[in-house]
């Protein structure tokens, strides 16, 4: 109101005339307003009200976020600032009893790309690929793949393991190629290759799923996938440090603190002997098959040999499709660890679980039952290994000769049931707890299992088939051995360990009286001595054994047949060739057990194998006798056999 | 040209908008600070930003040497030749980010949609100065017109924050000027359905895009409404007395997007706090009403429509720049006043307050 009272005041004052005079004189015609000029009421109005309505709307709203709001949002500023980095911590290496080097960490090398700073992301891919050697629709497809894995402004490894000169020739020309980044990663390498590769598994990078299941997994952490490398995983891994980083919205680096020291994993010795796993590995000679060694009392194992293996080195390097495919696909199996993963008819191995049984249940060990070579059931005939029969044979003798016909009969009066009962508490039909992942149970065949398998009854003469370790009777060689020991150590069923410093751990006892384990382990020294395990024998060392041949095709035979040689059967229809053993010198006892696949007899092929491995363990037989023999083998030779 | 015009000069607005152009120097300054490891490293915007100002001030009194009726007369011939240009926009332009916005001359490049905004000013005033009833329906459509033409060329090529500008300034000063009831309410019906026409017809996907972000900015929190979430914590961050000049961590390590340009206050706000916020609003309010009083004390209506609507065309960037900045708003890219980097928006604020203090200048000449 002041200034409009000012402004009509105005034209009476001399500097206004002079201004009108000035604007007469102006040489362009200025039209003028003829009253005095009223600004519009409203118009002044809600200018006013405009202004005053920016003010108050923008200091409220300032007020709300930076006092009332601020610091919440001064958090979130330093949030953002502030970032954790991972710090690696080296994995725990893994040893043999000697301490010779099973797995080990080796520093690799890899490119990443970060990108947020990478201009054109052709070009560069096709660079990488003219470094390496890639072909680039392979690096544009892990690309692809692991594109929204990580943010935009972090690193996404795309190659790794480069050699070091190619190191050296990408480190003089990467300024060129912005978003590139040389990264340094310690990998896994197994210098035993095969040898080890189903007991070691293997690391890779860790999965989607295994990121969101752990949480201290980050992307491009190598985590346990097979073997003990995923069973050790918790020990093995370590933990990570921390730095504290300060970082721009780039994720440039700033500045680093350390907040936390990485810890390097535990290193694992195992109770396995590299020497003897290689002997093993070499008395197989590349058959598929394998080799269990096992102390009786504690339960070690010393050799836990499957063949054919895989190079483990392949995956922790990240293995390519054509490998993967080869693996997955070859008729030979190698992804298979035989000793705890493949389930075999145990043939006549078996026997030994039965006459066990059978002195449980009060059939005395002399007990004889004549063998003709076959036995008639209905119009089923079942006969013996041997065609033209044993002929009188008592509990020891049939073990020694392996006779199925005395088996046959006696399992026959005891009944599938009690079978079924004794095999299960005797560790079979369940894993046996052994630290390797995907073990197999193995099958103890019954009534109830074949009813809801089938939809049929028991009928008897299944039973006899059971009683020879065939039919439906499935075990894995784990266990097999476990049984042995559980003969020797007095029942005790062990669960087998792989690491040195791993506790006698008894997983359940075997339901029989001392007699009944002593008179199964000199049984099995007989066949060791004078019986069909005699390949095992040896002079300067106390040792026992049962061979088992066991069948896998039923192979149909009319009367008067004659069983067919395995080199005249198709690879995949010949039988399966085990021996069970054990073998005592100089206080120090081993449970061995081989098993051939498709190797023909147990004598002829599984038990030079296990020959083999006790040259091994105890040297070349001297000849000389055994200096001592085993408290629980004396005895038994002395006053129990004498019963 | 009379050395005593200079006595009737409007000081306090030429005092405001010389403290806004500096206080923007020093926040460029600040904004232009990047840490990378040890220290810190400037882009040179606050240096371009002096030199735009040297020749924003030449652009200024230039502006102010000639009596301001003689922008009357050309009214017509600049919104015509701006419409020529506009034309010619689809035909020879230059595509930059997929928009069609600029026509090169060969030594530089411009905007025919900036001199639009000043065409449409001028000759909107010319109009509106005719007399002073309030518009009926026959005037309000012609006026409307005006900046309608151009508005719908300006559209295509896309360009919605000029477009939007266009028609702000024009309403602004419409209402300035007054218009019959009827016309108000009908206009007021209107809007929901132009809105809607607009959402559905007129807008790019992008558009509708930041509008849906700008209500739910967690939504999106990488994506488009980064940039909101963004600013919000640095103005947040700032808290009442701020992180002081230099020291902001939302801008100097690039959290903050667009720093130098549409988000500039965002780190003014960081640094300075609720504090400098209030002083920097009570300046640019300050700033406004000293145009407010140029408007009111003009001697003529052309005038006093020619200082209205620069008022709004410098009030609608403040409120909807800033308005933006703190989570009010959509992003529209509209920078704000002497505070945002831009060379070309420099020497067009200098050379609109030149017309003003022209208008206050020679407030006292011709009064018969």
């Known amino acids: 109101m002041m200034k409009r009272s000012k402004r009509l005041s105005a034209p009476e004052t001399p500097d206004a005339q002079a201004h009108k005079k000035e604007g007469d004189r102006s040489w362009l015609k200025i039209q003028m307003d003829s009253e005095g000029y009223q600004p519009p009421r409203g118009g002044v109005i809600l200018l006013q009200v405009l202004v005053g309505l920016l003010f108050f709307v923008f200091v409220v709203r300032f007020w709300y976020l930076q006092v009332h709001r601020g610091e919440e949002f001064a958090r979130q500023a330093q949030e953002n600032r502030l970032r954790l980095e991972r710090i690696f911590a080296p994995r725990g290496r893994i040893l043999d009893d000697r301490d010779k080097v099973l797995a080990d960490n080796r520093t690799a090398y890899g490119l990443s790309l970060t990108r947020e700073d990478c201009h054109d992301i052709p070009a560069t891919l096709a660079q990488i690929s003219l470094w390496s050697g890639i072909p680039l629709p392979q690096i544009w497809e892990k690309y692809h793949q692991d594109r929204f894995k990580v943010k935009s402004f972090e690193p996404l490894l795309l190659i790794t393991d480069i050699d070091f000169d190619l190191v050296a020739r990408i480190e003089s020309e990467i300024y060129a190629w912005p978003g590139l980044e040389i990264v340094v990663r310690t990998k896994r390498s197994y210098p035993e290759k095969e040898l080890f590769a189903h007991v070691l598994g293997y690391v890779a990078e860790a999965n989607e799923q295994e990121m969101s299941n752990d949480p201290a997994l980050a992307m491009g952490d190598l985590v346990g996938k097979q073997g003990l490398e995923l069973e050790l995983e918790k020990q093995l891994r370590g933990h990570k440090g921390l730095y504290d980083v300060e970082v721009d919205a780039h994720a440039r680096v700033l500045g680093k603190t350390l907040r936390e020291e990485p810890r390097g994993g535990h290193e694992m010795r195992l109770s396995l002997d590299r020497g003897l796993q290689q002997a093993a590995w070499d008395a197989l000679g590349g058959a598929a098959g394998c080799v269990v060694v096992m102390e009786p009392d504690s339960g070690k194992l010393r050799a836990l040999v499957t063949s054919p293996a895989y190079d483990n080195n392949l995956f922790a390097a990240g293995i390519s499709q054509r490998d993967w495919d080869a693996l997955r696909t070859s008729k030979r199996f190698p992804l298979q660890n035989r000793v705890i993963q493949s389930v075999y008819p145990p043939g006549s191995v078996w026997k030994l679980v039965m006459a066990a049984l059978f002195l449980e249940r009060g059939i005395s060990p002399r007990e004889s039952v004549f063998c003709s070579g076959q036995v008639k059931l209905g119009n089923q005939i079942f006969r013996c290994w041997k065609r033209g029969g044993h002929g009188s044979m008592n509990m020891e003798s049939s073990l020694i000769n392996s006779c199925d016909v005395y088996f046959y009969l006696l399992a026959e009066r005891l009944g599938i049931d009690k079978l079924e009962e004794f095999a299960k508490a005797s560790g079979f039909g369940k894993p046996t707890g052994i630290d390797l992942p995907h073990e197999k149970s193995g099958l103890v065949p019954s009534r109830q299992w074949k009813k809801r398998r089938f939809g049929r009854p028991w009928v008897r003469g299944e039973t006899y088939n059971v009683s020879i370790g065939q039919g439906y009777t499935l075990v894995t060689p784990v266990q097999v051995a476990v049984y042995v020991a559980a003969m020797l150590n007095g029942g005790d069923l062990l669960k087998p360990q792989l690491l040195d410093d791993a506790p006698r751990v008894v997983q359940s006892r075997i339901p029989a009286k001392p007699e009944t384990f002593r008179f199964v382990v000199d049984a099995m020294r007989k066949t060791a001595g004078v019986g069909t395990a005699r390949v095992v024998g040896r002079k300067d060392a106390d040792m026992g054994g049962k061979t088992g041949t066991a069948q896998v095709v039923k192979l149909k035979m009319a009367a008067g047949d004659r069983r067919l040689r395995s080199s005249e059967m198709e690879y995949a229809q010949r039988d399966h060739a085990w021996i069970a053993t054990w073998g005592a010198k100089n206080g120090k006892s081993y449970v061995v057990v081989v098993m051939v696949e498709h190797g023909g007899g147990g004598s002829s092929v599984a038990g030079p194998v296990a020959k083999k491995v006790y040259d091994y363990l105890f040297g070349p037989d001297t000849g000389a006798p055994p200096p001592a023999a085993p408290p629980a083998a004396r005895r038994q030779t002395g006053e129990e056999r004498a019963n | ?368």
């Open chain 2, 1 to 368: 040209m009379d050395k005593r015009l200079f006595s009737y000069i409007n000081w306090g607005l030429l005092a405001c908008m010389l403290l806004l152009y500096f206080l923007g120097v020093g926040n460029l300054y600040s904004a232009s600070g990047t840490r990378l490891g040890e220290g810190l490293a400037f882009a040179g915007f606050y240096q371009r930003q002096l030199i735009w100002g040297v020749c924003g001030l030449v652009c200024m009194l230039l502006a102010m040497s000639f009596d301001y009726r003689q922008l009357r007369n050309l009214a017509w011939p600049f919104f015509l030749v701006t419409l020529a240009l506009l034309l010619l926009v689809p035909v020879a332009g230059k595509t930059v980010y997929g928009a069609k916005r600029w026509l090169s001359l060969g030594f530089m490049s411009i905007q025919p949609s900036e001199l639009a905004k000043l065409a449409v000013l001028v000759l909107a005033a010319r109009l509106l100065a005719r007399d002073g009833r309030a518009l009926g329906w026959k005037d309000f459509m012609a006026v409307l017109a005006v900046g309608l033409v151009p508005s719908a060329l300006v559209i295509t090529q896309p360009d919605l924050g000029t477009t939007l500008m266009i028609l702000l300034i024009l309403g602004g000063m419409i209402l300035f000027h007054g218009v019959k009831g009827y016309v108000l309410k009908t206009c007021l019906l209107a809007a929901p359905c132009a809105a809607a026409f607009m959402w559905f017809v007129g807008m790019h996907d992008y558009q509708r895009q930041r509008i849906l972000t700008f209500l739910d900015p967690g939504n999106d929190p990488r994506g488009t409404g980064y940039h909101i979430l963004q600013s919000r914590i640095a103005i947040g961050s700032g808290q009442l007395w701020g992180k002081g000049f230099g020291e902001g961590t939302q801008s100097q390590l690039r959290f903050l997007p667009e720093r130098h340009s549409d988000f500039a206050v965002a780190v003014f706000g960081e640094e300075w706090g609720f504090a400098g916020c209030v002083a920097l609003v009570t300046l640019f309010c300050l700033f406004l009403l000293a145009i407010f009083s140029t408007a009111v004390q003009a001697k003529d209506r052309f005038g006093s429509m020619l200082v209205v609507g620069v008022f709004f065309y410098f009030f609608w960037q403040i409120f909807i720049n800033m308005g933006m900045v703190i989570g009010l708003m959509p992003v529209v890219g509209i920078p704000l006043p002497f505070i945002s980097y831009g060379g070309s928006a420099t020497l067009v604020n200098f050379t609109l307050l030149g017309i003003v203090l022209n208008v206050s200048m020679r407030r006292f000449m011709f009064k018969g």
